[in-house]
C-alpha cells in the first residue's frame, strides 16, 4: 500500500511506568499480540531491573506482569526473546547476559554467560534459535551456540572494531551477523567452512558512504535484503544486498549503500526499526519519533524515501528504543526513555481523514 | 591520585565578581524566569580542578562566554578549555560539568559539553566520549569515578 497517499497519526495506547531510572531497550515477545494471544513486551533498565509487560486480553491495556530483579548488579542495556519466545537473555554493564526462561508462572535465570572483560550492550538470537550474539565495550563480538539443557557454549569471539560495539543483529533468514560501533562502521560477519570459523567478510566505513559518528542501531526489512542503520552523524541510511546469492549460501553477496536520510535528524538517532509492512521508525536523542517509508516512484539512483510523520514530544527525554510488534496485524510500536516510561503506539489512518472516492 | 601532575604550575586567574541579581520591578513575579547565562555559569564556576585547589573558574577552564544557553529550546551548550593541550584530565573535567548539570537542570534540558576548539590534542575523541550517553551511564557507575567527581563537585568553604 502507498502510506503517503493517507494521513496517518501515532495514536499513544498505554504509557507504561514502573522503571525507576532511564529505559534502555524493549522487546515484543515473537508471536504475542495475533491469534488471541495477548502481547508480551520486555523492557529493561538503568534501574538495573526487567520488566515483563502483558497485555489483560487480546486487545486489552497491558501491566506489568513480572520484574526481574537482583540478578543484574548494573544497568541492563539490552534484552531479547529467543525466536520460540521460550528464553529471554538480557545484556548488563555488569559484563555478563543472563538468560531467562519462564517457568511455572516465573521467571527464572536459568545460565550467565561470562567472558566480556566489561559493559555488555547488545544481544541478538539468529533466525533458528541455534546460536547467541554478544558485544560490548572491550570491541568485541562473542557467538554462543545454544546447547540442550540451556548450556551456552562460546564458539568464537571476533576481533576487528576498533572501538566499543554498540549493537549486534543476524539476518532475518541467513546466519550472517552485523555489528555496529563507535568506530563509525558496520562489520558483517559470516562462518567459512563448517569449523565455527567466523570471519568479517565487509566493513562498511565513510570511505563506502558509511557513517561518520557512532553507529548505535540497525535493523532489517521484512525480505532481508535491506538494512537501514543509524548514527550519531544525525543520518539513517539503507543498504542493500542480492538475497537470492545470500539464500543461496553466497554469503559474500556484498552490501551497498543505496541511500541516506538526511536533515531530518538534529539529535542522535539511537534506535531504528523497520516494520514488517516497510515502515521505518527511529527514535532519537531529540524525544521524537519518526516514521519514514519508501517512495512508490523508484528514481534511476534507487529508492527513495520520504518522512510519513514525525511525533514531537513522543517522550519527556531522549528516546533510547523503538520497536514494533511484527506478529500483530495492528501497527503497534513500543517506545522506551530516558523519561522512565515505555509507551506503546498505534499507527492509524487519521480520524476525519479518510479519503473521499469517487 | 596521581603521582606526577599533569600541568604542575597552572595559572590561576582572579575570580569573576559575582554579580547580584536585581530583579527589574515591572516583572511579573510569579512568571517563570527563564535560565540564563549567568545562571548555568554560576553553577559551573567553582567546580573544583581534579588536581588542584582551585576552581575551573580560577584556572580558567571556564568562564561566563563558555556557556551558550537557550532556554526556550531547552538547549545548553559548555565549551571548556583544559590548562594545557595534552591534558587527561580534560574527560574528567567534561564529566564534571555534565554531571553538575545533569543535577541542577530541568530534565528537559539538552547538554553538549565541549573542548574549545584547539585547544586539546585529542578533541575529538574527548568531544565524543563526552557527549555518548551509554558511556557516560557507564562512568557513573564506576564508584572510584563517581568519588572523583563527587570530590570536584563537593562545596567549597570560601564561597
Known amino acids: ?358 | 591520585m596521581v603521582s606526577e601532575l599533569i600541568n604542575a604550575n597552572p595559572i590561576v586567574y582572579e575570580k569573576k565578581e559575582r554579580r547580584v541579581r536585581i530583579p527589574a520591578a515591572d516583572v511579573d513575579e510569579y512568571a517563570v524566569e527563564p535560565i540564563d547565562q549567568l545562571e548555568i555559569f554560576d553553577h559551573l564556576r567553582d567546580i573544583k580542578d581534579p588536581e588542584h585547589p582551585y576552581s575551573l573558574e580560577e584556572l580558567k577552564v571556564i568562564s561566563e562566554d563558555a556557556v551558550e544557553v537557550d532556554d526556550k529550546r531547552s538547549y545548553v551548550r559548555v565549551t571548556f578549555t583544559p590548562t594545557v593541550e595534552h591534558c587527561s584530565m580534560a574527560t574528567i573535567i567534561g564529566l564534571c560539568l555534565r554531571v553538575k548539570l545533569m543535577r541542577c537542570l530541568p530534565s528537559r534540558y539538552k547538554v553538549d559539553i565541549r573542548v574549545a576548539p584547539g585547544t586539546h590534542a585529542t578533541e575529538a575523541a574527548v568531544n565524543k566520549q563526552l557527549n555518548d550517553k551509554e558511556r557516560v551511564a557507564a562512568a557513573l557507575e564506576n564508584p572510584n569515578l563517581v568519588d572523583i567527581v563527587d570530590e570536584c563537585l563537593a562545596p567549597s568553604y570560601e564561597s
Open chain 1, 1 to 358: 500500500m502507498n502510506f503517503l497517499d493517507k494521513t496517518f497519526e501515532l495514536k499513544e495506547i498505554q504509557r507504561l511506568e514502573g522503571h525507576s531510572d532511564r529505559v534502555w531497550s524493549v522487546a515484543w515477545k515473537p508471536a504475542t499480540g495475533t491469534d488471541g494471544v495477548p502481547a508480551v513486551l520486555a523492557s529493561c533498565s538503568g534501574d538495573k531491573t526487567v520488566r515483563i509487560w502483558e497485555q489483560s486480553s487480546p486487545s486489552g491495556s497491558f501491566h506489568c506482569k513480572a520484574v526481574l530483579e537482583e540478578t543484574h548488579t548494573r544497568t541492563v542495556r539490552s534484552c531479547g526473546w529467543s525466536p520460540s519466545g521460550k528464553l529471554l537473555a538480557t545484556a548488563s554493564f555488569d559484563a555478563t547476559t543472563a538468560i531467562w526462561e519462564h517457568i511455572g508462572g516465573d521467571f527464572e535465570c536459568v545460565s550467565t554467560l561470562e567472558g566480556h572483560e566489561n559493559e555488555v550492550k547488545s544481544i541478538s538470537w539468529n533466525a533458528s534459535g541455534t546460536l547467541l550474539a554478544t558485544c560490548g565495550r572491550d570491541k568485541s563480538v562473542w557467538i554462543w551456540e545454544v546447547l540442550p539443557g540451556n548450556e551456552f557454549e562460546c564458539v568464537s569471539v571476533l576481533q576487528g572494531h576498533t572501538q566499543d560495539v554498540k549493537m549486534v543483529q543476524w539476518h532475518p533468514s541467513v546466519d550472517i551477523l552485523f555489528s555496529c560501533s563507535y568506530d563509525n562502521t558496520i562489520k558483517v560477519w559470516a562462518e567459512e567452512g563448517d569449523s565455527d570459523d567466523w570471519h568479517c567478510i565487509q566493513t562498511l566505513a565513510e570511505s563506502s558512504s558509511g557513517h561518520t559518528s557512532t553507529v548505535w542501531a540497525l535493523s532489517f526489512n521484512f525480505s532481508g535484503d535491506k538494512m537501514v542503520t543509524c548514527s550519531d552523524d544525525l543520518t539513517l541510511k539503507i543498504w542493500s544486498a542480492d538475497i537470492a546469492r545470500l539464500q543461496s549460501g553466497d554469503v559474500k553477496a556484498p552490501w551497498r549503500h543505496i541511500s541516506t536520510l538526511s536533515g531530518y535528524h538534529d539529535r542522535t538517532v539511537f534506535s531504528v526499526h523497520w516494520s514488517r509492512e516497510g515502515i521505518i521508525a527511529s527514535g532519537a536523542a531529540d524525544d521524537a519519533i519518526r516514521l519514514f517509508v519508501e517512495n512508490e516512484d523508484k528514481s534511476v539512483d534507487g529508492p527513495t524515501y520520504s518522512l510519513l510523520l514525525k511525533k514531537e514530544k513522543a517522550h519527556e527525554m531522549d528516546v533510547n528504543a523503538v520497536q514494533w510488534n511484527t506478529a500483530t496485524d495492528k501497527r503497534l510500536l513500543a517506545s522506551a526513555s530516558d523519561d522512565g516510561t515505555i509507551k506503546i503506539w498505534e499507527l492509524a489512518p487519521q480520524s476525519g481523514g479518510e479519503e473521499l472516492s469517487l
